[in-house]
């Protein structure tokens, strides 16, 4: 195992504590002996353990067992979606539910395996800026492992849910009067100053480790099978790479064949990533005010903007970016049709895959898989506000009855 530049190539030891390349602070990538591992996976036991991340623990790069930190994370359901499917013109529609996560989003996966690798560094803290779910899941996290955490929000920007969490599992949490690009810079350079901090931001290439599970299990649930799409919403970009790099891991491991096509969906007001995609550019210019409702994916500035743009291409995909509206929309699509309650940031893949159709960009005769990341309840004002407010009636049989029958007239 060893950690690599994606940008000069070079690599370096894994039992050092770094975040960005040394050389030319390009992104960093953990690469695991492949070759090696495939001999040493038990194919039988994939078939037979319980689902969870720890399930894949020979794909993990951890070195001491009795270190990790775990909640259970992962083993989510994949929903096999019908009436949504008929809804957006698609033959197969799934719905990965990472809402069903210990504190509800995909960022467990992550952290199970950041906060594991933070007590093998030996640190004595672990650290994040957020939108709300990092911090919500890092706290959780670090309570378990009994290391101390600090988080920076953005000031009167992070959902109600995520920081009750933060705030409920102990962490100190700081509001910077600023926004998440702002808190990202101070929280780097606190980490890069004290040598006991660990900092867990998605710059960090352990936590997507944890993340490429996703993949993992998509297939497994799929019966050993790719998807022909896999559709993902990008803030920092962290997750659509470590899902790509999963599904890459299984294929040279003959675990599965063939990759999915990478789909990245942004929200109108925070696109740099589907802005470079659509005008074939290498970089990305970033967004300088981000604005949407979906919070987990308001992000201006994206750390991983350049593995997403190369998960993309590599894989045939495409990025799509949608209104406020349309994820409004999704949203109330998931829920009503499927039951799923999934907050903003998650419902844009709907709302982007049906974007994709409508505009012949996606064959409807595909199997596609769409990663929702987070749980309604994350952000609770967000769905009363955008949802009819339940009626007041008195407390008389005869008037309730009145309005029931109202209610079922054509
Ligand atoms: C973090 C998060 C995202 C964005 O993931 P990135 O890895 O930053 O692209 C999307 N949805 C939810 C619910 C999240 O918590
Ligand atoms: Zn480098």
Redesign the pocket.
């Known amino acids: 195992m060893r950690y690599e530049?994606i940008?000069?190539n070079?690599k370096f030891d894994p039992h050092e504590k770094l975040y960005t390349?040394p050389?030319?602070g390009?992104l960093l990538e953990i690469e695991l002996n492949l070759d090696e591992l495939a001999e040493k996976l038990d194919r039988k036991r994939l078939k037979t353990d319980p689902l969870g991340v720890w399930k894949y623990r020979t794909l993990m790069p951890i070195f001491d067992d009795s270190k990790i930190v775990t909640l259970h994370e992962g083993g989510t359901p994949l929903y096999r979606c019908d009436r949504l499917a008929e809804e957006v013109g698609v033959r197969e529609l799934h719905v990965k539910y990472e809402g069903a996560n210990p504190t509800g989003s995909f960022k467990d996966r992550g952290m199970t395996v950041g906060v594991t690798k933070a007590l093998e560094f030996g640190v004595k803290a672990v650290a994040c800026a957020s939108t709300g779910n990092t911090s919500a899941s890092l706290a959780a996290y670090a309570a378990k492992a009994g290391l101390r955490c600090v988080v920076l929000l953005p000031s009167g920007k992070v959902a109600l849910g995520k920081l009750a969490q933060a705030i409920m599992y102990g962490a100190r949490v700081l509001s910077i009067r600023g926004n998440f690009d702002q808190a990202l810079a101070i929280i780097r350079r606190v980490c890069d100053e004290a040598d006991d901090i660990y900092l867990l931001n998605s710059v960090n290439p352990f936590r997507l480790q944890g993340q490429k599970s996703i993949a993992f299990e998509i297939a497994d649930q799929l019966g050993w099978e790719v998807p022909d799409r896999v559709v993902v919403p990008m803030g920092n970009c962290a997750n659509i790479w470590a899902i790509y790099k999963g599904f890459l891991e299984f294929d040279a491991t003959d675990i599965t064949g063939g990759m999915p096509m990478m789909t990245g969906i942004q929200a109108e007001g925070a696109m740099p990533i589907v802005d470079a995609i659509k005008r074939g550019l290498d970089e990305f210019l970033p967004v300088e005010n981000p604005e949407t409702i979906a919070t987990a994916i308001r992000i201006g500035k994206p750390v991983n903007g350049p593995k997403a743009i190369r998960a993309i291409r590599a894989s045939g995909g495409t990025a799509e970016c949608v209104s406020d509206e349309e994820i409004i929309a999704a949203q109330k699509l998931l829920a009503k049709l499927e039951g799923i309650g999934v907050e903003p940031a998650s419902a844009s893949t709907v709302a982007g895959l049906r974007k994709l159709v409508e505009q012949g960009a996606i064959d409807g005769d595909e199997r596609i898989v769409c990663v929702a990341t987070g749980a309604m309840l994350k952000d609770p004002e967000e769905v009363i506000e955008v949802s009819e407010r339940p009626l007041e009636v008195p407390a008389i049989y005869e008037e309730v009855k009145k309005l029931l029958r109202w209610q079922h007239a054509p």
């Open positions: 530049c940008k000069c070079s390349c050389r030319c390009g």
